[in-house]
């Protein structure tokens, strides 16, 4: 019998003006939904005014929270700023708390820099730790992410080796989403 594509949450991290992160998110959603396993639910925060704290009431929580609870997994979409992860990217994730739990967590991380994200990838495993998710250890990474772009502003200019790291990664999520879907399915999470 065949499994139910895996609900996917993909949040686009960035809020910046003159972002690249909509290059970075077109591409790999477009690669990801020629997949038959996985059903994508994009959330840009752009498209999300987030105040400097979220709680229970707010409208943002509100309206987020049954699609996060409604995610088996997630993919973020993250630059990496001053070394690390966009503010308004760890206000959102710490405005909620049971929507992480026992999922999968995949990465696609860029920046201007030779470490193309590592870093913010890398305190993001961290934080995730904290709500009990399961983060992925290979990732998609574009370092000196303008060197990815084609003289016709097209991105990525040499997508082979990207769209390798995004199979990887995505198999591996699926499997663990699906690992934990089973495993929920037998006892809730925390019961």
């Not at 396993?37 to 987020?64: F, K, N, R, T, Y």
């Not at 934080?127 to 399961?134: M, P």
């Amino acid at each position: 019998m065949e499994s139910p594509a895996v609900r996917t949450a993909v949040v686009v991290a960035s809020v910046r003006g003159g972002r690249l992160a909509p290059d970075v998110a077109g591409w790999f959603t477009a690669l990801a939904g020629l997949r038959d396993d996985l059903e994508l639910d994009v959330i840009d925060l752009v498209d999300h005014e987030l105040p400097g704290s979220l709680d229970a009431q707010d409208p943002v929580a509100l309206a987020l929270a049954p699609r996060l609870a409604g995610a088996e997994a997630f993919v973020l979409i993250v630059p990496e700023y001053n070394r690390g992860v966009p503010g308004p990217l760890k206000t959102f994730i710490d405005s909620f708390q049971t929507e992480w739990q026992a999922k999968p967590v995949g990465y696609v991380g860029y920046g201007l820099s030779l470490s193309g994200g590592v870093r913010a990838v890398e305190q993001l495993r961290q934080i995730y730790g904290e709500f009990h998710a399961v983060s992925m250890k290979d990732a998609v990474f574009f370092p000196r992410v303008l060197d990815h772009y084609d003289a016709r502003g097209a991105f990525p200019a040499e997508p082979e080796g990207a769209q390798a790291a995004a199979k990887l990664m995505l198999d591996q999520l699926i499997w663990w989403a699906r690992a934990l879907r089973d495993a929920k399915s037998l006892r809730p999470y925390g019961k």
